[in-house]
């Protein structure tokens, strides 16, 4: 064929998809705890939703799953909890002229 070298690897955020659980038990356990024994599930990061009260950022009890595959599980097992995962549905983008959710369409006049 050729002499060209040429590598392949996979496309690092195409590969991937996101769940969140519900856990109040977990809620005081670090996140890397958390990914350390949640590898063997395919699990490759943990991310705690927050909110905003009084000025304040406050964790909350629900937990947002990265996985190392697109194809998301229907549970995870965290010690003696099984716990459902429902999809993560990230908020719209806003655009920055007319405040608007941007969808699929550019906004009007853009």
């Known amino acids: 064929?050729?002499?060209?070298p040429v590598s392949v690897s996979p496309h690092e955020t195409l590969?991937?998809?996101k769940g969140v659980i519900t856990c109040g038990?977990?809620?005081?356990v670090p996140l890397d705890g958390i990914t350390e024994k949640l590898q063997s599930q395919g699990v490759s990061h943990v991310r705690c939703i927050?909110?905003?009260r009084d000025g304040q950022l406050l964790n909350t009890?629900?937990?947002?799953?990265?996985?190392?595959s697109h194809v998301l599980p229907?549970?995870?097992k965290a010690g003696y909890m099984r716990l459902s995962l429902?999809?993560?549905?990230?908020?719209?983008?806003?655009?920055f002229k007319c405040v608007s959710g941007i969808l699929?369409?550019?906004?009007?006049?853009h």
């Not at 064929?1 to 060209?4: A, D, E, L, P, Y």
């Not at 429902?86 to 655009?95: F, K």
Request: net charge positive.
């Open 74 to 76: 229907d549970y995870v």
């Open 15 to 17: 590969n991937t998809s």
């Open 86 to 95: 429902r999809p993560c549905i990230p908020n719209p983008l806003r655009c």
């Open 104 to 109: 699929k369409l550019p906004a009007a006049g």
């Open 61 to 68: 009890k629900h937990l947002i799953l990265t996985f190392s």
């Open 50 to 52: 927050t909110i905003r």
């Open 25 to 28: 038990e977990l809620f005081h």
């Open 1 to 4: 064929m050729s002499t060209i």
